[in-house]
């Protein structure tokens, strides 16, 4: 099977965070995945940089890339693709009320598929109601929206716990997108196997 075949989700919307979209984008496209770009629309978006400037309290955010999506969520077949990526940044927040993204999320979960999560990302997992009782690791300042639907917060770079891998932001990459990629990676093999079954190969 060509790589095309074997798609990954990279959940975005305006706002979304430079380095946590473009991290795993790169890192799926190494590992012989396709990254889609999925968005509310299928057009270019804003990306920004979000950091604690010296003497401030709260975050500030620069402008970022931009990045064009391959596909709006109302398109996505999720059965197509082997695994999700929920992006960081304030996207997630205007995006999780979307009733297709709750749809897409909830299969990724439902059919035991690698999901990934940092930062805000939370926000969407924890709207689509599939964290209840998950272990994940989040920007703080999402505990409580992670605790009030049922999800335990954990402050750790990384933390696995069933399909799920999480990490608090862009500066945990280098711990939690790894074992994410080799859920793919053996999410890719078993979808071979049954397709090299299927032919009688």
Not at 21 to 48: D, N, Q, S
Not at 131 to 147: H, N, S, T, W, Y
Request: charged share 25%; hydrophobic share 35%; net charge negative.
């Amino acid at each position: 099977m060509e790589n095309k075949d074997f798609p990954v989700l990279i959940i975005i919307g305006d706002a979304t965070e430079t380095v946590d979209t473009l991290y795993p984008y790169f890192r799926v496209m190494e590992e012989g995945f396709t990254p889609v770009v999925a968005a509310p629309e299928k057009r270019r978006y804003h990306m920004v940089c979000h950091e604690i400037p010296n003497g401030w309290d709260i975050t500030r955010e620069f402008e970022g890339y931009t990045i064009e999506s391959d596909i709006a969520f109302r398109d996505i077949q999720p059965e197509e693709y082997v695994g999700i990526f929920f992006s960081g940044g304030r996207a997630p927040e205007y995006i999780r009320d979307d009733p297709d993204l709750i749809r897409v999320t909830q299969y990724f979960f439902e059919h035991n598929l690698p999901a990934a999560s940092v930062c805000h990302g939370v926000e969407i997992p924890a709207r689509a109601g599939v964290v209840k009782g998950r272990r994940m690791a989040c920007i703080p300042k999402c505990q409580f929206d992670l605790e009030v639907c049922g999800g335990i917060f954990v402050d750790e770079p990384c933390v696995i716990d069933g399909n799920l891998v999480s990490g608090r932001s862009w500066h945990d990459h280098g711990h939690y997108v790894r074992p994410w990629i080799e859920m793919l990676i053996a999410e890719r093999e078993r979808r071979q196997e049954t397709v090299g079954v299927a032919s009688g190969a």
